[in-house]
């Protein structure tokens, strides 16, 4: 059997977290390196990949990603100052983790484009 990564060992409760919001079909919990004073993830509890390995029945799912981020968002305060949503999909973006996730960040001005 693989190697779980460190997210499904977070959603199997192997590795702690702190979660903001759980659900039948994800999880939200917070950067453990935040980039800005709100930092959280959003990730799906089925194992996909990155956004391009996602199948044509996952898109109410993946609805689901961005409409939980947004109501973390109001509840953390941030939904009027503003956020930003990022999906690292790749190497040339960063991408660390092969669990698909939604960063949310939030709580101070970011400049565009990103470095
Ligand atoms: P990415 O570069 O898009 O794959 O982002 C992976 C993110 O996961 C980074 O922002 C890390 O700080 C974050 N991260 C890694 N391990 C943990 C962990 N155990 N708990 C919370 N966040 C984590």
């Known amino acids: 059997m693989p190697e779980k990564n460190i997210f499904q060992k ?3 409760r192997e590795v702690p977290a702190t979660i903001v919001h759980e ?3 994800c999880l939200a919990f917070r ?3 935040p980039q800005a004073p709100v930092h959280i993830l959003v990730i799906p509890k089925q194992p996909i990949v990155r956004i391009d390995q996602a199948a ?3 898109e109410s799912l993946l609805g689901h990603l961005l ?3 947004s109501k973390v968002a109001q509840s953390e305060g941030i939904a009027e100052s503003g956020y930003r949503l ?3 999909n790749g190497p040339d973006a960063g991408e660390a983790v092969p669990h698909l996730h939604v ?3 939030g709580g101070r001005p970011m400049q565009w484009p990103p470095g």
């Open 10 to 12: 977070i959603i199997d």
């Open 23 to 25: 659900d039948d079909q």
């Open 31 to 33: 950067d453990i390196v």
């Open 56 to 58: 044509a029945g996952q």
């Open 67 to 69: 409409m939980t981020a």
């Open 86 to 88: 990022v999906i690292n």
């Open 103 to 105: 960063h949310l960040l």
